[in-house]
Nanobody
Framework: QVQLVESGGGLVQFGGSLRLSCVVS????????MGWFRQAPGKGREFVAA????????DYTDSVKGRFTISRDSAKNTVYLQMNSLKPEDTAVYYC??????????????????WGQGTQVTVSS
């Protein structure tokens, strides 16, 4: 059974930082192509960041470039999202996602097969 479990969300002030974690279990190759998405109230789920299987390639949506960093620890089957300089518009439920059949960077929601339950990030102004 494949499981993705996010943690690390919470309430933070404008300009603050949080690190989200996503622990993956049940996949033969640990953490293949992985991504982070977010969904704000009343909006659709949008791409935030993605990382390839080797970790050598990453991609980000424009609004988080220079502030967020995606990384992985394959030994721990864990993917991270370091979020710095947080803004109120970053407030959303953050989801991690996995595609066990791909090793490259994937940015479309439809590219991913498995999803976590989400973790709430709230940034106060």
């Amino acid at each position: 059974q494949v499981q993705l479990v996010e943690s690390g969300g919470g309430l933070v002030q404008f300009g603050g930082s949080l690190r989200l974690s996503c622990v993956v279990s049940g996949l033969t190759l640990g953490t293949p192509a992985m991504g982070w998405f977010r969904q704000a109230p009343g909006k659709g789920r949008e791409f935030v960041a993605a990382i390839s299987w080797t970790g050598s390639d990453t991609d980000y949506t424009d609004s988080v470039k220079g502030r967020f960093t995606i990384s992985r620890d394959s030994a721990k089957n864990t993917v991270y999202l370091q979020m710095n300089s947080l803004k109120p518009e970053d407030t959303a439920v953050y989801y991690c996602a996995a595609n066990p059949r791909s090793f490259r960077v994937l940015t479309a929601r439809s590219d991913y097969r498995y999803w976590g339950q989400g973790t709430q990030v709230t940034v106060s102004s």
